[in-house]
Every structure is written in structure tokens, then in C-alpha cells.
């Protein structure tokens, strides 16, 4: 990855990370074993579908799952409602992108 597009990856995730989206859709595109792999494919995703996914921001939030291990999940947004998210994952899924809605509060 281009160093300016790591810089931009990490200044997005940063100010995901100071407003966590509680009250608000975002989308999960996909769970990797680091926090790494979650943002190297967030930037091979986003170049993509960059007509969908350009105006997002990245959230990647770790989920430990127990003797299955721990994942770092990959969601974008926040977007305005669940309409809004669920007409994106549809979008996504036509082009064989793994996609679920996340409601506010998860």
C-alpha cells in the first residue's frame, strides 16, 4: 500500500475511532485475523467499489470470540439509515462483496 493511502487509512479509522457510531447504520464488509489485513483489504475494497464505498469511513473494531479466536472487523459508514445500508450491501453483494447491515448500538 501506497504510503499516503496507509495515512489515509489511519486518519479515517482514527476518526471513526473518536465517534464509535453508536447511533447510527454502518456496514460490515468483512472479518480478518488483524488489525492489518481488516485495513489492507479496506483499501483493496474501497478501490474497488469506490463509487460506493469513497464516501465511508472505516471502522475496524476488534471482536474476541473466544476459543474461535480473535477478529478484527472490517464496517464502513455510518450511514443515514437502514434503508441506506441495507440498498448498499445489496449493491455490494451483486458485485460478490460480503456485506451485513450493523444496527446502531453494535
Known sequence: AAPQEASQVASRRNQEAGSPGIDTYRVQLLAARSEQAAEAEWM?????????????GLAVTR??????????????????????????????KQRKAGCLVVRPGN
Not at 44 to 56: A, I, M, P, S, Y
Not at 63 to 92: H, I, M, S, W
Open 44 to 56: 483493496r475494497l474501497r478501490r474497488q467499489n469506490l463509487d460506493l464505498l469513497g464516501d465511508l
Open 63 to 92: 471482536a474476541d470470540l473466544g476459543t474461535r479466536g480473535v477478529f478484527y472487523r472490517l464496517r464502513a459508514g455510518p450511514l443515514e439509515n437502514e434503508a441506506g445500508a441495507k440498498a448498499l450491501c445489496q449493491r455490494l
